[in-house]
């Protein structure tokens, strides 16, 4: 998989990467880190803090990222991470585990009930801003 590097242009003296949760932090404004295409993506939705290091990534990061997870079969399924922005309730068991997985990193079991899935995302979604406060 190519890695894209991503430059912090904020002003902490550390940024920690709260929003893709690639496990990266930057040492200061213009530091430079590797993420995966998908993290990118996310962390350029906030153009005050990350900025991609090399024009050459922007093919990279403009495609359309799958996510490869399994179905209650245990069958691989490719989920286009363009499908992940639907509502919750719109989306199919492969969709919310490729949501919990790229948003997350968290691993959603799919023979479980849609309903239970949503559960625990809407849980994660709902503890964000205490996970944001711890931190800065």
Excluded: C
């Amino acid at each position: 998989m190519n890695l894209v590097s991503i430059t912090y242009v904020g002003n902490k003296e550390v940024a920690f990467d709260n929003v893709a949760h690639s496990g990266k932090s930057w040492q200061g404004n213009g530091d430079v880190q590797f993420v995966t295409p998908m993290q990118a993506k996310m962390l350029l939705r906030h153009p005050k803090a990350w900025q991609l290091s090399e024009s050459k990534d922007a093919a990279i990061v403009s495609q359309p990222i799958e996510v490869e997870v399994k179905d209650e079969d245990g069958q691989d399924v490719a989920v286009d991470t363009e499908s992940l922005s639907r509502p919750l309730e719109k989306m199919t068991k492969p969709e919310l585990v490729a949501f919990a997985y790229s948003r997350w990193g968290k691993h959603l079991d799919p023979r479980k009930p849609t309903k239970l899935l949503i559960d625990q995302i809407e849980e994660w979604q709902n503890s964000e801003p205490e996970l944001r406060h711890r931190a800065k």
